[in-house]
């Protein structure tokens, strides 16, 4: 038990070591980084299935806004219209499909992640960036802005948690496909430079975010992770403790009746006095002074040895 509290006072230095040097996945401890990944993974895939049925719910009263656009004519002077349209229900499909690929085996714990449910979490950012960068694109031929591109990629930096490589993958790649997308059909050349500088800026913002709270999240694992080394400690410790206690008690208890057996079995005077009293006493003294227990201990000690040394 000594052994293996002393094996995790070394772990939790080793660790503390790592927290102290900008604590981050590369300088966790491997087992730390996998589980701080499963974590991820767990948690991404939660939110993700959160996400899905919310976005297929704003769906329905966005095609209601939809129908009533083609009522009013719009679907016919302005084909931006229908193109929403369809993308609200491919939205809706496409939303409703991957809630029922998340939910296959639906983990209870981070530790019942598999290889399944990383790749079906990895799928929900990209979707949705794709999502966003079409809309944002039907958007130019209605009104010109691009607020749901910027919302779905502070959405992704704020909602999920998502690697180093990955984020970066996800934000070029989107910001690309994006600004191909705009620059098709934006023919107004002062407001396509204005959206492709605006993008690209807010684009580098919501990366820069997402790698800000990604590692404040790796260290509030790691610092978690740390706590738990040190009660785990502690509670060895406090175990060894009371182990060493009750061997020192029992050790005494066993001392104390070794010596009580010998005194009462010897035929040698055997005593102990504090000061003027005696406070113990075996038979044998008891006997040679010829007093009784309660005697002795009420008279001086010394009046025993001598009279005049008592007086």
Not at 139 to 149: A, D, K, L, N, P
Not at 174 to 190: E, K, T
Not at 227 to 240: A, C, D, F, N, T
């Amino acid at each position: 038990m000594a052994a293996k509290a002393f094996e995790g006072r070394g772990m939790v230095k080793d660790i503390m070591l790592r927290k102290s040097s900008r604590l981050d996945l590369d300088r966790l401890a491997g087992e730390y980084a996998e589980e701080f990944l499963r974590n991820a993974a767990f948690v991404n895939l939660s939110r993700a299935r959160m996400f899905s049925v919310i976005l297929v719910i704003l769906q329905i009263p966005l095609i209601y806004i939809d129908i009533q656009n083609r009522q009013r004519g719009l679907w016919t002077s302005v084909p931006g219209y229908f193109y929403l349209f369809i993308m609200h229900i491919a939205i809706g499909v496409a939303f409703s499909l991957f809630y029922i690929l998340a939910s296959i085996g639906k983990p209870g714990s981070p530790s019942d992640i598999t290889s399944w449910h990383k790749a079906v979490g990895s799928m929900f950012p990209v979707l949705g960036m794709l999502v966003a960068i079409a809309i944002s694109i039907v958007g130019q031929m209605i009104h010109g802005q691009i607020t749901v591109y910027v919302i779905a990629a502070f959405w992704v930096t704020v909602g999920l948690y998502i690697g180093n490589t990955g984020a970066l993958a996800l934000y070029i790649g989107s910001y690309l496909f994006f600004a191909l997308g705009i620059h098709q059909v934006q023919h107004d050349p002062r407001l396509l430079m204005a959206n492709m500088i605006n993008s690209g800026v807010l684009t580098v913002l919501a990366f820069l975010l997402s790698r800000v709270l990604y590692r404040a999240e790796a260290r509030e694992f790691a610092g978690n992770k740390i706590l738990e080394k040190r009660k785990e400690i502690l509670q060895v410790e406090k175990s060894l403790l009371e182990e060493a206690a009750s061997k020192a008690v029992a050790s005494l208890r066993e001392s104390e009746a070794r010596f009580r057996t010998l005194a009462e079995t010897s035929s040698a005077a055997i005593f102990i006095h504090q000061g003027n009293s005696l406070i113990y006493l075996n038979a044998a003294a008891r006997t040679i002074a010829g007093y009784t227990k309660e005697e002795l201990q009420r008279i001086n000690f010394w009046n025993i040895i001598h009279p005049k040394i008592g007086s």
